[in-house]
């Protein structure tokens, strides 16, 4: 059988030289030329460059400047790597510019596949190949070479002096190549030759199965076809006029073809027919059938439909063949299905000949796959994580939803390919910083709050978003048109934040006190310790987006604000299970550091999460006071606010019947309704000591080493949806022992009656 040679690596070359002239140097044919193994470089320098290309964008114009962009890269490699491509590229492409004709340009493409060694290179593979007794390879590799020169020389031949553009003659080119085919010669004396009656010619050969002996297949139902019917055949061969092509003829050929391939065989001769086709239906056997059992009475028709002992015996042959039934036959016994006893002595055979041991273990590995470990140990987890341990908040939800995406991300650190384009995690950094810049811009520059305007307020913030955006990530919002206009929206948006934000300060009485507020080691506010017994203590750090303070005669209030570009909701009961500890954490961070603040008493005020955003409402109104209202009501914070009423005015002065700032309401009699977020301060002291056990049983957990593939699933999230190393826990709840920690969401006043007086014990996300 003949096979194309598009997928050859020597054509995929040549066509890929080609393509990234014509469309300018893109990432996708770069790299398509690079992978064909006749770059010149090695698979790991590949990688290399292929990873520092996506993490800068490389592409275009870019190839032909010398790379500069980072000196931690091994810049002088990566150079010279780039050099042996473009410097040969470049040259062909000068020559190759604008329309030339087909002679010129095949003479410059040839010169240019000489000085890139791409005839050594295709001699040093097949060297390769042959060692590797690959001869089908060989075979293929050897014509190649001769197909590429002869399509060259056609194409001069019948069009040389035919004047096109480099797009023209690709196409001209591909098509040339897409009309050949090669032919391998079979590489072996002894062979299994597989074909059809019409096509097989082959002679002397010593046994025949002929397959599809049933009705209307072999002899096959001729039907009419054509424009004339058979009446209209014969009434022409009547008039003297033979087509030689009606279904007499048809069905002579074909009984002459069938005795040819009958009478082939020296030795053996097996006819084979289908009881049933692929949708179940029974199918009939062949006239054939019958004429052989009449020929030679003593023949039997056997059926392989009854898995018996005799029809399992036929399946143990030769080594590689049998191989993979012993695998169905250990797996049937594995399951406690019924599999016949001599399949053991087989294994006991493949398990005595050195060749097949890396085969058989591979199998027996594959049968008791187990994914599953619980616990690597506190040693090993102490090698891993190092001591004292120091972590983030992000970092114990993460153990929480996933103990061991928890160990890859932290334990075993695997870093992701850095890809120059724009994520969500990006879009979220410059939001965060733009935020921060703006608060310190107004802080040097003593600009208060509450007089802020909203023309001034968003100039500063469009000043500041157009200095961070052409550095942020070396460029990529200025990469593309896409981006350009993201970056118009982006704007937007911190816009539309900025301004919600100094509506929300001047509508209240707390000041912020500072903004990105670090606690840790060397921070303005110290980590959070939490003792773990042995000795141990296991250190939080982090950083808050912004801490507002209100001073009174009966202690210091504290608002806590986390800025999110997401979807983020306050859930009491992701509190409770210690899926979302961002908030509780920062604010005990926070009541926590009197001294360091040089106040007497700390009192917890609200903790709210601030969605950036510029949403789209929907409303019947065009006065702009009407739908700047209801843009105010889609940008209200989420979280807890103190169950206090006064302190919500001071929050928000301007509440009415409900707050457009906080997730508060009024009764008529000044009490708060149903739906309103607030916590009484003892149950926001008794929340805080609930997040401290929580937090002192996660720190024991990691210590002593829990990696379990044991992810969280509930109602509104499944830890397994996003999660980036899925293909490394292969989890799976049809293994044995892989299933999600479900977890049943719980109504708030489910939560403050457990964690009300609760002063031992923890419940760290278990199932109810």
Request: aromatic share 10%; with cysteine; glycine share 6%.
């Amino acid at each position: 059988q003949k096979r194309d040679i598009m997928n050859n690596p020597l054509i995929q070359l040549i066509l890929s030289s080609l393509e990234v002239i014509r469309r300018g140097y893109r990432y996708e044919d770069v790299f398509r030329f690079f992978k064909t193994g006749f770059s010149g470089l090695t698979d790991d320098d590949i990688e290399k460059l292929e990873n520092f290309v996506l993490r800068y964008g490389i592409q275009g114009q870019h190839w032909k400047e010398e790379f500069y962009l980072d000196q931690h890269e091994p810049l002088e490699e990566l150079n010279r790597w780039r050099e042996t491509f473009i410097i040969p590229l470049q040259k062909l492409e000068k020559q190759v510019k604008g329309k030339n004709s087909i002679t010129y340009i095949t003479k410059a493409f040839y010169e240019y596949l000489e000085d890139i060694g791409v005839r050594g290179r295709l001699e040093e593979w097949i060297e390769k190949l042959n060692g590797l007794s690959r001869y089908e390879l060989v075979h293929e590799n050897t014509q190649i070479w001769n197909i590429v020169l002869e399509i060259l020389d056609q194409m001069v031949e019948i069009m040389g002096d035919q004047e096109v553009n480099i797009k023209e003659y690709l196409r001209i080119l591909e098509a040339g190549f897409l009309s050949q085919e090669v032919g391998i010669i079979p590489t072996t004396i002894d062979q299994v030759l597989v074909g059809n009656i019409q096509r097989s010619k082959s002679h002397d050969i010593r046994g025949l199965l002929v397959v599809g002996v049933n009705d209307g297949i072999l002899p096959s139902g001729q039907e009419e076809e054509g424009i004339l019917s058979e009446a209209e055949k014969e009434l022409l061969m009547d008039k003297g006029l033979d087509l030689g092509f009606d279904l007499n003829h048809k069905f002579t050929e074909e009984k002459f073809l069938i005795y040819t391939a009958l009478t082939k065989p020296s030795e053996y001769l097996g006819l084979s027919l289908a009881m049933a086709d692929m949708e179940g239906k029974a199918l009939r056997p062949s006239l054939l059938i019958d004429r052989c059992q009449k020929l030679f009475p003593s023949l039997k028709l056997e059926s392989d439909v009854l898995n018996n002992r005799q029809h399992e015996l036929h399946k143990v042959s030769t080594p590689n063949s049998s191989f993979k039934y012993l695998v169905e036959n250990l797996r049937l016994s594995l399951d406690g299905k019924a599999s016949e006893d001599f399949w053991w002595d087989v294994y006991g055979w493949y398990y005595g000949q050195e060749a097949w041991q890396e085969q058989l273990s591979s199998v027996i590995d594959g049968l008791f796959h187990h994914n599953q470990t619980s616990f690597i140990g506190s040693e090993n987890a102490r090698r891993l994580y190092h001591l004292p341990l120091h972590s983030t908040v992000s970092r114990v939800e993460q153990f929480v939803s996933c103990p061991f995406a928890h160990f890859v991300r932290y334990g075993l650190k695997p870093q992701e390919r850095k890809i120059f384009a724009v994520g969500a995690p990006d879009v979220g950094e410059l939001f965060h910083n733009c935020l921060q810049s703006f608060a310190l811009k107004l802080r040097d520059e003593h600009i208060n709050w509450s007089e802020l305007q909203r023309v001034e307020c968003e100039s500063i913030m469009d000043g500041i978003m157009d200095e961070m955006a052409p550095a942020h990530g070396h460029g990529v919002f200025a990469s593309t048109h896409r981006y350009q206009y993201l970056m118009k929206r982006l704007k937007r948006i911190s816009r539309r934040a900025v301004w919600t934000l100094t509506t929300h300060l001047q509508h209240g009485d707390f000041k912020p006190l500072d903004y990105e507020v670090s606690f840790g080691p060397g921070c303005p506010f110290p980590a959070i310790k939490i003792e773990l017994g042995n000795g141990e203590i296991f250190h939080l750090v982090g950083r808050i987006d912004r801490v507002d303070l209100l001073d009174e005669e009966d202690g210091t209030f504290v608002k806590i604000i986390d800025y999110k570009s997401g979807n983020q909701k306050f859930s009491l009961s992701d509190v409770y299970y210690g899926l979302s500890l961002q908030l509780m954490i920062y604010l005990q961070a926070v009541l926590a550091s009197t001294q360091q603040l040089k106040r007497q008493q700390m009192i917890p005020a609200g903790i709210f999460y601030f969605k950036i955003d510029d949403p789209l409402i929907n409303t019947e109104s065009k006065v702009v006071e009407t739908i700047e209202k209801e843009i105010a009501k889609k940008l209200k914070m989420t979280g807890l606010a103190l169950e206090d009423v006064r302190l919500v005015r001071q929050l928000d002065r301007e509440i009415g019947k409900s707050s457009e700032i906080i997730p508060v309401a009024l009764t008529k009699d000044e009490g708060f309704t149903k739906n309103s977020s607030v916590l009484a301060q003892e149950d926001f002291m008794a929340l805080i000591f609930h997040v401290e056990g929580l937090l002192q049983e996660i720190g024991r957990e990691i210590m002593r080493g829990k990696v379990k593939i044991e992810p969280i699933n509930d109602s509104r999230r499944n830890a397994c949806a996003f999660c980036p190393y899925r293909a490394f826990c292969q989890f799976d709840r049809l293994l044995e022992d892989n299933n999600y920690r479900n977890i049943r969401p719980l109504k708030d006043e489910e939560v403050i009656t457990r964690i009300r007086g609760t002063k031992e014990g923890t419940a760290l996300a278990r199932v109810d």
